[in-house]
């Protein structure tokens, strides 16, 4: 009975890696878009100066589609 407690907790808290996991990658998905939002904001906002003016925005939306994409997770063996 003591194998299958241990089998058992071994498989939750694989479980739960796995959405800790999963949710965090899609935390910084929604970053992702947050930043998004506000640099088509700024784009409306400052017309043809937009080059200029939200440039730092635009560096650090294409710096987060590179580093926080929306990562699997292997399947899990039970």
């Given at each position: 009975m003591a194998i299958d407690e241990a089998?058992?907790?071994e498989i939750?808290?694989?479980l739960q890696?796995?959405?800790t996991h999963i949710r965090e990658s899609w935390v910084k998905a929604m970053e992702a878009r947050l930043v998004r939002e506000e640099l088509e904001k700024?784009?409306?906002g400052?017309?043809?100066n937009h080059y200029e003016n939200?440039?730092?925005l635009a560096d650090k939306y294409i710096q987060m589609?590179?580093?926080n994409r929306v990562q699997g997770?292997?399947?899990i063996e039970i």
């Open positions: 089998r058992t907790a939750k808290e694989k890696q796995r959405d700024c784009q409306k400052e017309g043809v939200c440039r730092w589609l590179r580093d997770y292997k399947h």
